[in-house]
């Protein structure tokens, strides 16, 4: 069964609030006063402002995530567990991976697009002008056939 719930100013606040934190949207909207994943949605493509301060939210989580990574490697100083180190790994890699979706221009790996010519060499340019006439053929007159001066 479906449940109506108005998004309103306030709700969309909450929203974004828990999803600044890092909350996923699933659990949001798994609160009895929240409403459905469906309207969170269409207010999103309806609505440009909400639109515009969900991805600034989503960038907010992003640099949480980031900063999480220092605490979480920090604690694996003097660690003689292999278990407790490959977790921290898996939490440090799910953050990395995660900040980079939510904010790839910030977290994303770097996009590097390099121009060269053949066999990686310099790109050369070369201008080709071409003259058309419409209806008569181009002749240039000869050399011999210049009028002096």
Not at 22 to 31: N, Q, R, S, T, Y
Not at 98 to 127: K, M
Request: some cysteine.
């Amino acid at each position: 069964m479906s449940r109506t719930v108005k998004v309103t100013e306030k709700i969309e606040d909450e929203i974004l609030d828990r999803i600044a934190n890092g909350e996923p949207l699933k659990d949001i909207v798994a609160d009895k006063h929240m409403p459905c994943r469906s309207a969170v949605y269409w207010r999103l493509y309806n609505h440009s402002d909400f639109e515009f301060r969900y991805e600034l939210a989503r960038h907010e989580a992003a640099d949480m995530y980031f900063d999480q990574l220092v605490g979480i490697s920090d604690g694996i100083v003097d660690v003689d567990d292999a278990i407790k180190i490959a977790r921290d790994r898996l939490k440090i890699d799910t953050r990395k991976w995660t900040a980079s979706r939510l904010f790839p221009r910030r977290y994303g790996d770097a996009q590097q697009v390099a121009i060269s010519g053949p066999d990686a060499g310099p790109v050369e340019q070369v201008t080709r002008i071409v003259i058309v006439a419409e209806d008569a053929p181009l002749s240039l007159p000869a050399p011999d056939d210049r009028p002096e001066d």
